[in-house]
């Protein structure tokens, strides 16, 4: 007899999440580390705070959600895609990995690596090396 996972389980491995790298974890924290570090998930912070809000979490404002995500990303728990100049989401997934971003949406999808190849780099300037290299492939709906 198999068990389905009940509402508390994102919550208790939100908890955990959060105790694992030391951070206190609030009623707050643990609503946003629930909504975006418990599953693969490209978010804005506005999308964020929308699902906090549609809960019993009670109130929270968004500069605490903002927080939060700072936190967050500090800690290596998520990181920050600036789609475009207006819009930042946050992805879940901390292994290497692309993006497509799909224009007509805003919607992220992840590319392995091992899906995209490069020929050549450019030389990097004196005295530095490379920490990353994220892609973001931004496509539309043809026609």
């Known amino acids: 007899m198999s ?3 009940g509402p508390d389980a994102a919550a208790d491995r939100a908890r955990l999440i959060l ?8 009623a707050q924290r643990l609503r946003v580390a629930e909504i975006l570090l418990t ?3 490209h978010l804005t912070a506005e999308q964020i705070l929308a699902s906090v ?8 404002s968004k500069a605490t959600v903002y927080n939060t995500l700072n936190l967050f990303v500090g800690e290596g728990l998520a990181r920050e895609i600036h789609a475009d100049p207006e819009r930042c989401v946050y992805d879940s997934t901390m292994a290497p990995h692309h993006h497509f971003q799909n ?41």
């Open 103 to 143: 224009v007509d949406t805003g919607e992220m999808i992840d590319i392995r690596p091992e899906d995209l190849a490069f020929a050549r780099l450019p030389d990097l300037p004196p005295g530095t090396e490379i920490e990353s290299v994220d892609v973001v492939i931004r496509v539309r709906r043809k026609g």
């Open 53 to 60: 809000r549609e809960t019993a979490a009670g109130h929270v």
């Open 19 to 26: 105790e694992q790298h030391g951070i206190r974890p609030t």
């Open 39 to 41: 599953a693969p998930r």
């Open 3 to 5: 068990t389905i996972p």
